[in-house]
């Protein structure tokens, strides 16, 4: 029985990151500009610890000055957004980025709209979200932005193609659907009370699951030569206690009858961090009034 093809997230983003670490060295040589990207981090999460540790280490491989901002679990709302400021007004600093989840008694949206729209990496800004949804220049979410570069390369124009994106998010859903819109596709977004959600998927060209629950797309639900990306990482309990990372889609059986399918983990996961790298560069960049450089295939 012929299986899909495995998108291979892993190998796309260390060329991805290969090719942003040569257009530092060129912004560097050439306009005596160095990309520099700050992390905040409140409290010690660690899970937290461990995404802001690879965030510093990639962007100073990267060539990239990297400012990590460590803050202790008592941090007060007004003291964060006292430090934002500070980085907003820091010329060294092009990118900001908040790590999520914040202590409750801090506000995130209070903390996500006090970066400044051009230093917003992430892309989660309302003004950024805004200008994604009408087409504009947006700072676009690193994991949607991955997700559409992982499909560019594997079809090459998306034109026409019927796409479902399953979740509704603004981390991953809401912009995923916008940028699929973009590139001329039908797009529908499905949720929880999606009513005939498995003949939904079934109609698919294009399948991108983000919805957390491990396995929820069974291979029946895809479209025969169906490309999916898989955006879900779930632990899932093993019999020896350590667990094991699972998608939102039952890979084993979806790869015997899509055409094309990203893994967890190794898929989506790895281009998040590229693209924070990527958003970083094309910030460095629009803040100079510099082209954007082109990295990977074209997709803003």
Not at 12 to 29: K, P
Not at 135 to 145: E, S
Not at 187 to 203: K, N, Y
């Amino acid at each position: 029985m012929t299986t899909a093809t495995i998108i291979d997230g892993k190998q796309f983003a260390t060329r991805l990151r290969a090719s942003i670490a040569a257009q530092v060295a060129r912004l560097q040589a050439e306009h005596e500009l160095t990309p520099g990207l700050a992390v905040v981090l409140v409290g010690e999460d660690p899970a937290s610890q461990v995404y802001v540790r690879n965030k510093g280490l990639q962007a100073r491989e990267a060539g990239m000055r990297s400012f990590e901002q460590r803050l202790p679990a008592t941090t007060t709302q007004a003291e964060l957004l006292a430090r934002i400021a500070e980085l907003n007004q820091d010329p060294a600093v092009n990118g900001i980025l908040v790590q999520l989840p914040l202590p409750a008694r801090i506000d995130p949206e209070a903390v996500i709209e006090a970066i400044a729209v051009s230093k917003d990496v992430d892309g989660f800004h309302p003004l950024n979200a805004g200008l994604l949804a009408v087409g504009g220049a947006a700072m676009v979410p690193c994991t949607p932005l991955g997700c559409l570069m992982l499909l560019k390369d594997r079809i090459g124009s998306l034109a026409g193609q019927r796409a479902l994106v399953l979740g509704r998010s603004n981390i991953v859903g809401k912009p995923m659907a916008a940028l699929l819109l973009r590139e001329h596709c039908t797009v529908t977004i499905a949720h929880s009370r999606t009513r005939d959600l498995a003949e939904e998927c079934r109609r698919a060209d294009i399948l991108v699951a983000a919805v957390g629950k491990p396995h929820m797309v069974q291979g029946d639900w895809i479209k025969p030569g169906a490309t999916v990306i898989d955006v879900g990482i779930n632990r899932v309990p093993t019999p020896d206690g350590k667990g094991r990372l699972v998608g939102d889609v039952d890979f084993a059986a979806a790869v015997q009858v899509a055409g094309a399918i990203t893994p967890v983990p190794g898929g989506v996961g790895p281009m998040t961090i590229a693209c924070l790298l990527l958003n970083t560069l094309t910030a460095a960049c629009r803040q100079q009034g510099l082209p954007v450089p082109e990295v990977g295939p074209a997709v803003l």
